[in-house]
């Protein structure tokens, strides 16, 4: 039978354990994922994930920022290229994605000017182009509790809504 003290210094250890085995957070990343196919899940209220159909390739939330494993990091981008993206959206919505080369996710923490203060993240869907980045997705989750705040835009000619 455990005393009270061995049951904490157990629970204690368990905890630690399992604090060093998850990966830090994410502040800004870019990686190369091998799909040229994906679907874009969005909910303003909460997050948005990319997911190759099976499994998440990335995921961000209004505090949090990842990308799998299974992509390749990359060197961040030296300039970003967004012509072509469509209106906002700032509902839920789920849109499926189809590109002609690998995909490139890139994750960011959104912070505010005055306090320097983390209130949400960005993440981009695009593709190489040298060491520009051509966005096809981006999703913007920032200011949780503020309905007009988040949003996600999509190139139509590489995205379809109703995934």
Known sequence: MLRAGSLAACLFAAATVAVAAT?????TATAVCATRIFTVSFDPKRQVVVSDGRRALASASFATRTISSRCRRAAEPKAFVDGGLGPEIRAKITFRCMTTQPIRIHVNPIRNRDSNRIVGSALDVGLAAGKRFRTI???VLKNKGDPAASSVYRAATYCK???
């Open 161 to 163: 809504l109703g995934a």
């Open 23 to 27: 990966t830090p957070p994410l502040q």
């Open 137 to 139: 997705v981006a999703a």
